[in-house]
Every structure is written in C-alpha cells, then in structure tokens.
C-alpha cells in the first residue's frame, strides 16, 4: 500500500512521455523476458563453468547488488557487455503479437514519446515492431547509451535528459520495477508503475522489492492500453 501525504501528479501539464520496455510494453504472460532471463543465466553458467543453481544465484546476486546482473559481471568480472548483450537478446521475438489499442492509445499521447529501457536497442526495436509500435516513439534510449550505467541509477536518467533535452517536470514515466520510479520522480516526473493483469504470471519479480510501492509512486495500473487511453481523455488526473 502506498505511503502518501501529497495528491499524485497528474498528466494536464506532460508532454514527454517515457516507457519502460520489458513486461511494461508487453506483458509477463508473453513470457519474452523469461527467455532472456534463461541466457542470462546461460551465459553465467557457460563463462564460469557453473551449473545452472550456483549460475543463477550468482545472476540473482548481481542483480540485487548492481541493479542488472550485467553491471555486476562488468564491476566484479570484467564481463564485455556487448558480447553479454548480444548472447541474451538472442531470442525469437514471435512470442510477442501486435496490440492495436495500445498502439491506438500511445499514439494519442500529445508531445514526445521514448522508450528508456535496460536492454538493448536493437531488442527494443524488434520489439516494438513486433507489437506494432515501431512508429510511435521519437527515440529510444538504451543502456548502451548511458555508458551501461543501468536504471534505477541517478546517472542512467540523467543522461536519457541530457541527451533528448527532457524537462522532467513535464515528464511521465512508466514502468514494471517501483524501484525504478525513485529517481524519475525525485527528479519531478509523474510516475506509473505497471503491473500484471489478473492472472499473470509474476515472473518480472526477481525479488520483493521490485513491486513495493511508496510515494514516488503516483499511479498503479494492471491495464496500460485503458490507463493511456484514460490520460488521453483528461480523465486520469
């Protein structure tokens, strides 16, 4: 339940609109991420010689620590992140169908529309293309980007603002992970977290505090399509 003393922000004053990409645009039941999740833990088991358990705990252990398992195999074990990013990416992308209504609904969004996202862009392009989104974005900024430096990390958003010139008081930012709405609304965005639909699978949970809730989290929805299509006519303020 969140801790609140203050009215969430609204949307009448937003005109950037930031997207997470993994179980945000798409949702878990595609079970996309479960596929990289596995050559996440591929990789771990393949450069280690580990079996799949200890690879997997370390993977988990990176991620708690360092925010992507990536960040630890850089920090601790001089891991080349692109050959990291290219083995985990290496997924079919037919699991993913196109959504009309939410492609309807983010077009329909007034201003700039980006997706920030901890994965690859090439991943975040094919992607959006399989979910019929490939045109309504402006740009997309990956963690390639921010000098592999991944969310919930100040300086990740700091240069996804730098780059594209947001003014994050005019910004609203959605995502599957609360922790990772911390920052974007210290900085004053308005922030949504995006949650499973009833009867999802809750495989995006790495851990209990990937959902926790608090006042950096203005607005909850288990329907993305529905909430934007919402915004979009005034009525979620």
Same mark, same amino acid.
């Given at each position: 339940?969140?801790?609140? /003393? /203050?009215?969430?922000?609204?949307?009448?004053?937003?005109?950037?609109?930031?997207?997470?990409? !993994?179980?945000?645009?798409?949702?878990?039941?595609?079970?996309?991420?479960?596929?990289?999740?596995?050559?996440?833990?591929?990789?771990?088991?393949?450069?280690?010689?580990?079996?799949? &358990?200890?690879?997997?705990? +370390?993977? @988990?252990?990176?991620?708690?620590?360092? $925010?992507?398992?990536?960040?630890? &195999?850089?920090?601790?074990?001089?891991? !080349?992140?692109?050959?990291?990013?290219?083995?985990?990416?290496?997924?079919?992308?037919?699991?993913?169908?196109?959504?009309?209504?939410?492609?309807?609904?983010?077009?329909?969004?007034?201003? @700039?529309?980006?997706? &920030?996202?901890?994965?690859?862009?090439?991943?975040?392009?094919?992607?959006?293309?399989?979910?019929?989104?490939?045109?309504?974005?402006?740009?997309?900024?990956?963690?390639?980007?921010?000098?592999?430096?991944? @969310?919930?990390?100040?300086?990740?958003? !700091?240069?996804?603002?730098? @780059?594209?010139?947001?003014?994050?008081?005019? *910004?609203?930012?959605?995502?599957?992970?609360?922790?990772?709405?911390?920052?974007?609304? *210290? &900085?004053?965005?308005?922030?949504?977290?995006?949650?499973?639909?009833?009867?999802?699978?809750?495989?995006?949970?790495?851990?209990?505090? !990937?959902?926790?809730?608090?006042?950096?989290?203005?607005?909850?929805?288990?329907?993305?399509?529905?909430? +934007?299509? $919402?915004?979009?006519?005034?009525?979620?303020?």
């Amino acid at each position: 339940m969140q801790d609140r /003393t /203050t009215a969430p922000r609204g949307f009448g004053h937003i005109d950037t609109w930031i997207f997470d990409l !993994d179980n945000t645009l798409y949702p878990p039941s595609c079970r996309l991420f479960e596929l990289i999740d596995q050559r996440m833990m591929l990789f771990i088991a393949h450069r280690f010689g580990m079996d799949g &358990l200890s690879a997997r705990a +370390l993977q @988990k252990n990176y991620y708690r620590r360092y $925010g992507t398992s990536l960040r630890g &195999l850089m920090e601790v074990d001089g891991v !080349d992140p692109h050959e990291f990013m290219d083995f985990v990416h290496d997924v079919s992308h037919d699991r993913l169908v196109p959504n009309p209504e939410l492609a309807a609904a983010i077009a329909a969004l007034p201003g @700039k529309r980006y997706v &920030l996202t901890n994965g690859s862009r090439d991943h975040a392009e094919r992607c959006a293309r399989s979910l019929g989104l490939a045109d309504l974005f402006h740009d997309m900024f990956d963690v390639a980007a921010a000098d592999f430096i991944p @969310k919930p990390e100040r300086a990740a958003y !700091d240069s996804f603002i730098a @780059k594209f010139g947001v003014d994050p008081g005019r *910004a609203a930012m959605f995502e599957d992970l609360a922790r990772n709405l911390s920052v974007p609304h *210290a &900085l004053g965005m308005t922030t949504v977290l995006v949650l499973p639909q009833d009867g999802d699978v809750e495989e995006r949970a790495m851990h209990a505090e !990937d959902s926790l809730q608090g006042p950096h989290v203005d607005h909850v929805t288990d329907n993305l399509a529905g909430f +934007l299509h $919402g915004v979009a006519a005034g009525k979620a303020t």
